[in-house]
């Protein structure tokens, strides 16, 4: 399978909520990682996983969490939004050279 | 704290002449440049990296520019096409972690 898959592409949801988004991977790439893409901003990391496990963290909340799943698929979960969580939300995937991330079209995310 | 600067939201260049799009960073300890072009509902795509220990890579249109003294990159486009009109973010990878400029549009006019 080539490409990024993302999935759903708009959602809303309301304040308090919880929300899990998801994503398919390239076959063979182990590493994947999660971006928030505000408005008029560049992509913010959010966390890296490698091989199913986190390896690198930027600067969120523990409410935002992951998984990564044997078969190149991961899954972001937010609980508890806020209004500020509103955002696209794109996943990247690479092979274990790292580099040239391939991202996914994301998901946009409302919080009402 | 931002980290990637491109100061410079948008850019509109002529058919055939050259785009010049520019990003400042902070960190000296950057040891990856990338930069990504997305189209509207479209994920970011790859376009050229550079490595912190070269000041040029090419790749048929697309030249990148590294001068560490001024911790700044840019990435050149010639000739520029209609096709090239999207927004061009800038990135610098430290270890796993990357950091996004907030993004230049560059529209190409015909």
């Known amino acids: 399978e080539t490409g990024v898959t993302q999935s759903p592409t708009h959602l809303i949801k309301t304040r308090g909520q919880q929300v899990t988004l998801r994503c398919s991977s390239q076959s063979g790439h182990n590493t994947v990682s999660w971006y928030q893409q505000a408005l008029g901003q560049g992509p913010q990391f959010i966390f890296q996983?490698?091989?199913?496990?986190?390896?690198g963290r930027g600067n969120f909340p523990p409410r935002f969490s992951g998984l990564q799943f044997p078969n190149y698929s991961s899954e972001l979960n937010v609980n508890a939004l806020e209004l500020d969580d509103s955002a696209l939300y794109l996943c990247?995937?690479?092979?274990?050279?790292?580099?040239?991330?391939?991202f996914g079209s994301g998901t946009r995310l409302t919080v009402v | 704290d931002q980290q990637v600067k491109q100061n410079s939201p948008s850019l509109s260049v002529q058919e055939g002449r050259i785009s010049i799009l520019n990003c400042d960073y902070t960190n000296s300890m950057f040891d990856y440049f990338l930069w990504y072009k997305k189209y509207p509902a479209e994920g970011p795509t790859f376009l050229i990296s550079i490595s912190s220990i070269k000041d040029k890579n090419e790749d048929g249109r697309f030249t990148v520019f590294l001068n560490k003294s001024a911790k700044h990159l840019s990435l050149h486009i010639v000739p520029s096409q209609p096709g090239d009109s999207a927004v061009y973010f800038c990135a610098a990878s430290l270890g796993n972690q990357f950091y996004f400029g907030t993004g230049t549009s560059l529209t190409v006019i015909p």
């Open positions: 996983y490698y091989r199913e496990e986190e390896n």
């Open positions: 990247a995937s690479s092979d274990d050279r790292g580099l040239g991330y391939t």
